[in-house]
């Protein structure tokens, strides 16, 4: 099996830039997806197949990918950003599995 | 709209069973691999299993290996899970979730989730 490594939490201000990473091993082989989660809620698909972005998100939402870690940035972040997000990645034995997740605070 | 809702959550004791129902509408069920997903008090999310949309495929997690499986019935728009031999560990929010292929598997469709509570 493999992980994925979040940061616990990350904190920005209002108009500022936010960078959540991911880490793990199996990264450069498989795609990665993102999702935010708010308290109470589903969560919700903001990036798939590593960098592209699903009709709805926001612009300020975007995805790189470097090697063994990808970055999840939110651009222009606003209060509405402060939720959970996880990172998710597949294996090529057909699992799937979950970053420890991040939580974004905006101060 | 495209909706998933799960149903039969409940508390039961370790060792006892209980079955998940997630029923689709709105969309073209068999064309859809499906997930099961839970989410811990307070913790993150946890892949549980999946299955393709013609059940030739099932994968599930190392965690509920043995103990848990995943079925469908196409033919009622329908999402299963059988939980046996529950530990408090399986106590969660399941949720189901839809694999889209126009999204390269990304889980795009989430139910409201099912409280599954494992206690003595």
């Known amino acids: 099996s493999y992980e994925l490594t979040q940061p616990p939490s990350v904190s920005v201000s209002p108009g500022q830039t936010a960078r959540i990473t991911c880490s793990g091993a199996?990264?450069?082989?498989?795609?990665t997806f993102w999702y935010q989660q708010k308290p109470g809620r589903a969560p919700v698909v903001l990036m798939f197949?590593?960098?592209e972005r699903p009709s709805g998100v926001p612009e300020r939402f975007s995805a790189s990918s470097s090697g063994t870690t990808v970055t999840l940035t939110i651009s222009g972040v606003q209060a509405e950003d402060e939720a959970d997000y996880y990172c998710?990645?597949?294996?090529?034995?057909?699992?799937?599995?979950f970053g420890g997740g991040t939580k974004l605070t905006v101060l | 709209e495209v909706h998933l809702v799960e149903s039969g959550g409940g508390l039961v004791k370790p060792g006892g069973s209980l079955r998940l129902s997630c029923a689709a509408s709105?969309?073209?069920?068999?064309?859809?691999?499906m997930n099961w997903v839970r989410q811990a008090p307070g913790k993150g999310l946890e892949w549980v299993s999946y299955?393709?949309?013609?059940?030739?495929?099932?994968y599930y997690a190392d965690s509920v290996k043995g103990r848990f499986t995943i079925s469908r019935d196409n033919a009622k728009n329908s999402l299963y899970l059988q939980m046996n031999s529950l530990r408090a560990e399986d106590t969660a929010v399941y949720y189901c979730?839809?694999?889209?292929?126009?999204?390269?598997?990304?889980?795009?469709?989430w139910g409201q989730g099912t409280l599954v509570t494992v206690s003595s």
């Open positions: 709105r969309f073209t069920f068999t064309r859809y691999g």
């Open positions: 979730a839809r694999a889209s292929p126009d999204l390269e598997g990304a889980f795009d469709v």
């Open positions: 199996a990264l450069p082989k498989q795609y």
């Open positions: 299955i393709s949309g013609s059940s030739t495929f099932i």
């Open positions: 998710q990645s597949g294996d090529s034995s057909g699992t799937y599995r």
């Open positions: 197949k590593d960098t």
